[in-house]
C-alpha cells in the first residue's frame, strides 16, 4: 500500500531540484516546445467528481459504506485539513507553474484534493 505512493513521491522529490535526471525546467521547456497552446479547466472540475459520486450514487439508491452524512463529514475534514496547509506551502515556495503564468505551482490543489 505504501510502495506505489513513496515511488512517486521520491520521483518528485528526486525532480525537485533543477540539476536532477529530469529537472522542472525540461519538463517546462518539453511543455513549450510541444503544448505551449494547451489550456483546459476540466480538471477545476474533477476534483468535485468524487463528491458528486458519492452522493448521486446515493440518491440513485446504491447506499456507500457510509451515511451520506459521515461521507459530507469527511469531505469537510479533509478540505479544513488539506487546503491550508496547500495555501501557506503555495505562498513559502514559490515553484513557477510549467506555462509560466505564476509561482504558485507547489503543492498541487488538484492532487491535494484527490487524496484528501
Do not use: C, W
Amino acid at each position: 500500500m505504501t510502495l506505489a505512493p513513496a515511488i512517486l513521491i521520491g520521483a518528485g522529490l528526486l525532480t525537485f531540484r533543477d540539476n536532477g535526471f529530469l529537472n522542472r525546467q525540461d519538463v517546462r521547456d518539453f511543455r513549450q516546445e510541444h503544448f505551449a497552446g494547451f489550456n483546459t479547466n476540466f480538471d477545476d472540475l474533477t476534483r468535485f467528481f468524487p463528491a458528486l459520486a458519492v452522493y448521486g450514487l446515493n440518491l440513485g439508491g446504491i447506499p456507500g459504506r457510509h451515511s451520506v452524512g459521515r461521507a459530507t463529514l469527511s469531505f469537510a475534514v479533509g478540505s479544513a485539513i488539506y487546503l491550508p496547509v496547500v495555501f501557506v506551502l503555495k505562498q513559502t515556495t514559490n515553484v513557477l507553474r510549467q506555462d509560466g503564468s505564476t509561482d504558485e505551482a507547489f503543492p498541487s490543489g488538484h492532487t491535494a484534493a484527490a487524496f484528501s
